[in-house]
């Protein structure tokens, strides 16, 4: 990711159109040992430090039997990116790619995601291994891994349509 003064060969930036309000609430707040783009890893490992997602009230209920999985899917707010790049040069080496083939926190809307490990539940704190983001990122949602949750309500039509 690059400062909001530094291009880099061959990016492109575009006059963001201004935000419209989508409704999102903070459900909590991630705590991570990275203060520092630089410091922060690019993926995150399921081998990595824990994290701590500190989850605000009134939204601590909604914790109940996340237990059950091994696995999750945090999305978060990249609060600190640009929104501005449409062509990035990862690389530095003047070839750009466009960001919706990148994985870079500089995107329109900001949301990032990890698939995390989950490692303990400590009251209104979930501690996981796998992030990849800045310590107080605010936080989105939290959700059972798609490959480890089976729907608890019955079928729909829509389960089975296939092309």
């Not at 039997?65 to 696995?71: A, F, G, K, R, V």
Request: with cysteine; net charge negative.
């Amino acid at each position: 990711m690059v400062r909001e003064s530094e291009i880099r060969a061959g990016e492109v930036v575009v006059e963001a159109p201004k935000p419209n309000h989508a409704g999102l609430v903070y459900i909590g707040r991630i705590r991570t040992p990275w203060t520092s783009r630089l410091e922060t890893p690019r993926q995150g490992r399921h081998d990595g430090p824990v994290c701590r997602l500190e989850i605000f009230e009134p939204w601590v209920a909604g914790l109940k039997d996340l237990e059950l999985y091994n696995t999750l899917e945090v999305l978060y707010w990249l609060h600190l990116s640009r929104r501005d790049l449409v062509l990035q040069s990862p690389k530095n080496d003047g070839t750009a790619r466009g960001i919706f083939s990148l994985r870079t926190p500089v995107r329109p809307n900001p949301i990032g995601t990890s698939v995390v490990k989950l490692v303990g539940i400590e009251g209104s704190v979930v501690l996981v291994r796998g992030l990849d983001c800045l310590d107080e990122t605010p936080l989105l949602d939290i959700k059972p891994d798609r490959c480890e949750f089976t729907p608890l309500a019955p079928p729909q039509p829509g389960d089975f349509q296939t092309e």
